[in-house]
């Protein structure tokens, strides 16, 4: 709202401000502003889903399914047989698979793709000792050794699910 020749927010005619909201285009103050990954918004506008963020149920579903998948492959292969250099290919891994899902579901992002992608890699990584001890009938005590005795697979799942839940988040 103008007046004067200042500009004050909408809601609160009192409250001087030059902030529009980056849709709607009403004036906001600091109070009433929403940050978006667009830039800021009036509450009424921030709080709608975002395109970026609607996905159906079967991009929902395929994303997450396929996340899940590659994630869990990697972390199940990948660790046996690169030593240090895991850290680095955690990285590109969880980079790639990021992309990959990504692209599934139309280059949009969620909170829900991430989590499966991310718990993907977390499975995999115990997957061989989990079997392992189903597999040799190893006690409960056997079973914190396996999974932590070698960190390399731990380490890796870890880095990657983090490239990856910021590209999908």
């Given at each position: 709202?103008?007046?004067?020749?200042?500009?004050?927010?909408?809601r609160?005619?009192?409250?001087?401000?030059?902030?529009?909201?980056?849709?709607?285009?009403?004036?906001?103050?600091?109070?009433?502003?929403?940050?978006?990954?667009?830039?800021?918004?009036?509450?009424?506008?921030?709080?709608?889903?975002?395109?970026?963020?609607?996905?159906s149920?079967?991009?929902?579903?395929?994303?997450s399914?396929?996340?899940?998948?590659?994630?869990?492959?990697?972390?199940?292969?990948?660790?046996?047989?690169?030593?240090?250099?895991?850290?680095?290919?955690?990285?590109?891994?969880?980079?790639?698979?990021?992309?990959?899902?990504?692209?599934?579901?139309?280059?949009?992002?969620?909170?829900?793709?991430?989590?499966f992608?991310?718990?993907?890699?977390?499975?995999?990584a115990?997957?061989r000792?989990?079997?392992?001890?189903?597999?040799?009938?190893?006690?409960a005590?056997?079973?914190?050794?396996?999974?932590?005795?070698n960190?390399?697979?731990?380490i890796?799942?870890?880095?990657?699910?983090?490239?990856?839940?910021?590209?999908?988040?």
């Amino acid at each position: 709202m103008e007046r004067d020749g200042k500009t004050y927010c909408d809601r609160h005619p009192n409250v001087e401000s030059a902030l529009r909201c980056s849709r709607c285009e009403k004036y906001i103050c600091p109070k009433c502003a929403v940050l978006t990954p667009v830039g800021y918004r009036c509450r009424e506008c921030g709080h709608e889903r975002s395109a970026t963020h609607s996905l159906s149920l079967v991009q929902l579903i395929l994303g997450s399914s396929v996340g899940f998948a590659l994630a869990f492959a990697a972390s199940a292969i990948i660790p046996g047989t690169i030593g240090f250099f895991i850290i680095f290919a955690g990285a590109i891994v969880g980079s790639f698979i990021g992309q990959v899902v990504v692209r599934i579901v139309g280059r949009k992002s969620s909170m829900a793709v991430g989590a499966f992608t991310a718990l993907g890699y977390l499975l995999g990584a115990i997957a061989r000792p989990l079997a392992m001890i189903a597999r040799d009938g190893e006690s409960a005590g056997d079973v914190a050794g396996l999974i932590f005795g070698n960190p390399w697979s731990l380490i890796f799942a870890c880095i990657a699910a983090v490239v990856s839940w910021g590209m999908l988040r």
